[in-house]
Nanobody, 116 residues
């Protein structure tokens, strides 16, 4: 059974940083993309940052220049460094993995709260 486990969420003040991590375990055949999504209260879940099997990355406009996604050394791990956090970054952050065969997996989420 495939599991994605996130960690690193918490409460920070505006301008501070956090680093999220995600590790996927189980029988995963050919990862195509790993990504972070987030969902704020009353809003739809949306992509924040994506890293593809060829190393390319994509970011939401709202986080460009502040967030950085990277693959870990271990297989099917991903990190996201979040700098200069803003109150509007407050959300539950979900790790996502999609295989070349179109199979999607989600983590259970980790809460990030940015507040003074």
């Amino acid at each position: 059974q495939v599991q994605l486990v996130e960690s690193g969420g918490g409460l920070v003040q505006p301008g501070e940083s956090l680093r999220l991590s995600c590790a996927a375990s189980g029988n995963i055949d050919r990862t195509y993309v790993m990504a972070w999504y987030r969902q704020a209260p009353g809003k739809l879940r949306a992509s924040v940052a994506e890293v593809y099997s060829d190393g390319s990355t994509r970011y939401a406009d709202s986080v460009k220049g502040r967030f950085n996604i990277s693959r870990g050394n271990a297989k099917n791990t991903v990190w996201m460094q979040m700098n200069t956090l803003k109150p509007e970054d407050t959300a539950v952050y979900y790790c996502y993995l999609r295989t070349l065969y179109g199979v999607n997996y989600w983590g259970k989420g980790t809460l990030v709260t940015v507040s003074s």
